[in-house]
């Protein structure tokens, strides 16, 4: 939007851009020209039909012209007609025309200022909200803060889809989501092609439910999830107004008085005041097509236009209430879900299983234990993380857990972890399943030191390189 100083009478009188003229010069021209075009010809009409010669009856060559009686200053005969007519018609036109563009005007700046009003219950809401997730939520371990984090990273998403939706950019511009959303977020994303903001608030609400036991007072969920519905209503109320447009009789009936209108106001006015009557419709000019560009303007609040709502700004006012309130935002690569637990005999299973199994190259066997006992409080698994140094030096349930993990994400199958993404991913998943969150943001920082390098890591490598990355921190 156009900011300006309304002290400052001649900045507002000669900025061209935004301005009502930038648009309707073009037609403003077409009038004056129009206007131009009659008064020429009438001066050729008169030189032909409004004047006699009177000459010298002693025989001199020299005549003076004189003008024919009756005759007017535009012509005779079916001119008189033309004009008398507009001079009738002018008037009773210009009524209906008036009414028809006030009225669409005022609409238009009725809708405009609605807009702004759900925009701003947008803003409001996702304060109230980044307000609520850090008063109302009790617990500033490494599991909530990414928690409230996740509610940050959903509510991005929320600002951008609903810019998407306003804009009606949905099909081409989704893309953008790619960079808040997981994997599978993403596929549903693609999946549904459009209303993403339904689903991403659906998200956001089980997300707030997760905090489910651990707040203030119990009706703090409430206040949330009734957040969550104003959002829901922000919305729809900015896409009423993006998806339903003047009604069309109307826009017809106006457009088509106008320019009749218009395009015929330079007769009677050149009649009128000759060589004055182009700049005096060209005045005219200024003003109809002002109004009706003015509408044209405000009509559609959510658009790229100089003149619409700055839907960026107004999202970065909501995404800055996250920052403000200490929430943060989840990254993408910490959004992605873990993969289904197994059940221990399950697991059991997998560690009993004989070594001449075979396994994907580059990794370790793993012996067959008769006890199948799995390491599961925070201090042992801490103390076999200290201690061991090698794969194989793991109990057969960290063993398995690693596998596994190591497995979900080594997407080609052939034993090897090859990017700084599928790094990131994995060591999140082992941070949580080896009761080490309290570390993950150390761990991101040792995983960055390695980003860009050729990586090419079988099970081995990893584990060897997880465990000094670990030790350091538990130690």
Not at 242 to 250: G, R, S
Not at 284 to 290: K, V
Not at 360 to 386: D, R, W
């Amino acid at each position: 939007m156009i900011s300006y100083d309304t002290g400052n009478a001649v900045g507002i009188l000669t900025r061209w851009t935004g301005s009502t003229l930038s648009r309707g010069w073009p037609d403003i021209v077409t009038i004056m020209i129009i206007g131009i075009i009659y008064k020429i010809f009438l001066n050729f009409w008169n030189g032909l039909e409004g004047f006699d010669q009177t000459c010298d009856p002693n025989g001199s060559p020299s005549c003076i012209p004189t003008e024919k009686s009756g005759s007017n200053s535009y012509g005779n005969g079916n001119w008189a007609f033309v004009v008398g007519w507009w001079h009738l018609g002018e008037v009773p036109m210009s009524v209906p025309l008036s009414l028809l563009l006030i009225f669409r005007t005022n609409i238009s700046y009725a809708r405009f200022f609605e807009g702004r009003g759900h925009v701003g219950n947008m803003v409001k809401t996702c304060r109230e909200l980044s307000r609520g997730i850090s008063t109302y939520v009790v617990g500033d371990d490494e599991k909530t803060k990414l928690k409230r984090a996740n509610c940050a990273r959903l509510l991005k998403a929320y600002t951008i889809s609903v810019r998407l939706s306003c804009r009606k950019e949905e099909a081409n511009k989704y893309t953008e989501l790619n960079e808040f959303l997981n994997s599978k977020e993403y596929e549903k994303i693609k999946e549904i092609k459009k209303n993403f903001v339904l689903i991403i608030l659906k998200w956001l609400g089980d997300a707030i439910a997760d905090f489910d036991g651990q707040l203030l007072f119990p009706r703090a969920m409430d206040f949330m999830e009734r957040d969550v519905g104003n959002l829901m209503s922000a919305w729809m109320g900015m896409q009423k107004l993006a998806t339903t447009p003047f009604p069309f009789p109307w826009i017809q009936t106006l457009v088509s008085l106008m320019y009749l209108w218009m395009y015929t106001i330079p007769f009677p006015l050149v009649n009128e005041y000759g060589w004055i009557g182009p700049p005096v419709a060209g005045l005219l000019g200024i003003a109809i097509y002002g109004l009706w560009y003015i509408g044209c303007e405000l009509e559609d609040p959510f658009g790229e236009e100089i003149n619409d709502l700055d839907l960026e700004f107004f999202e970065a006012a909501c995404n800055s209430s996250c920052k403000a309130m200490g929430l943060g935002m989840l990254s993408k690569e910490l959004a992605e879900p873990p993969p289904p637990l197994a059940s221990a005999a399950a697991e059991v299973q997998k560690l009993s299983r004989p070594a001449a199994v075979a396994t994907p190259a580059g990794y370790a066997p793993v012996l067959s234990v008769a006890t199948p006992a799995i390491v599961q409080s925070e201090a042992g698994i801490h103390q076999q993380l200290k201690s061991c140094v090698e794969f194989g030096d793991l109990h057969p349930s960290i063993q398995g857990t690693i596998r596994d993990h190591f497995q979900q994400f080594d997407q080609k199958g052939i034993g090897l972890i090859e990017s700084n993404k599928q790094l990131t991913q994995l060591v999140t998943q082992l941070a949580f399943k080896l009761n080490l969150g309290a570390y993950i943001s150390r761990l991101m920082d040792e995983i960055d030191k390695v980003n860009g390098m050729h990586l090419d890591w079988d099970i081995n490598a990893f584990t060897r390189w997880f465990l000094s990355t670990v030790k350091p921190m538990i130690s």
